[in-house]
């Protein structure tokens, strides 16, 4: 079945630093979603691309949607302790249904 | 709106039990599926469904069985729990195919 590839798979940073995390596939997608997850609570929707080369912001967050359509990156700028937890990417194809990263895990020391 | 919602937060079973797992959603979506959480192995998908009535295998069905008989409602059950079916899971919803799902808080299913 189709795998996503994120990396890294933790991630050990300072306050104020800034964080990028990337996904790849061996298949084109036409949607890639990007979720944040906080112990003890379900995935988060932060941001959806749609568009091969769109550029999306949310607050400090920009993600994009590669130009192969087999990869996309998610930037965190000025990183804070509440950034926290574990980021999933996720692509979608034809289907009704979302192939998942297996996540990178995100701490931030104050 | 309260989104998705999933009832219980916790449980635990002793080998062989039986359980169902309620989700439900009032966004009117379409689309809604059960995943399970490990460490180590992400969200997999146990089964989904595209409409009232309906409902599909996902990555790793074995074991469970589903239902929607009303849209708003998606039930995971399992007929003869095992210590594998330990795991957190989720049930999400989506209006429709490549506009993102939307995730319930979890239940916590320990099975000894």
């Known amino acids: 079945g189709q795998q996503l590839n994120q990396s890294p798979q933790s991630m050990f940073i300072q306050e104020g630093e800034d964080v990028s995390m990337n996904c790849t596939s061996s298949?084109?997608?036409?949607?890639w979603l990007w979720y944040k997850q906080d112990p003890g609570e379900g995935p988060v929707l932060l941001i959806a691309?749609?568009?091969?080369?769109e550029l999306t912001s949310n607050g400090r967050l920009t993600a994009q949607f590669g130009i192969t359509r087999k990869d996309s990156f998610l930037n965190i700028s000025a990183s804070i302790p509440s950034d926290v937890g574990i980021y999933f990417c996720?692509?979608?194809?034809?289907?009704?249904?979302?192939?998942f990263g297996k996540g990178t895990k995100l701490t931030v020391n104050p | 709106n309260a989104g998705v919602t999933q009832t219980p937060k916790f449980r635990v079973l002793k080998t062989g039990q039986s359980m169902t797992l309620l989700c439900a959603q009032d966004?009117?979506?379409?689309?809604m599926y059960w995943y399970r959480q490990d460490p180590g192995m992400g969200l997999r998908l146990i089964h989904y469904s595209v409409g009232e009535g309906t409902t599909a295998k996902g990555e790793v069905p074995d074991g469970y069985n589903v239902s929607r008989l009303k849209k708003q409602n998606f039930l995971l059950g399992l007929e003869s729990a095992a210590p594998s079916q330990t795991s957190v899971y989720f049930c999400?919803?989506?209006?429709?195919?490549?506009?993102?799902?939307?995730f319930g808080p979890g239940t916590r299913l320990t099975v000894l």
């Open positions: 966004m009117n979506h379409e689309y």
């Open positions: 691309l749609y568009k091969a080369g």
């Open positions: 298949s084109i997608f036409n949607t």
């Open positions: 996720a692509g979608q194809g034809g289907s009704e249904k979302l192939v």
């Open positions: 999400a919803s989506s209006p429709g195919r490549g506009v993102g799902q939307f």
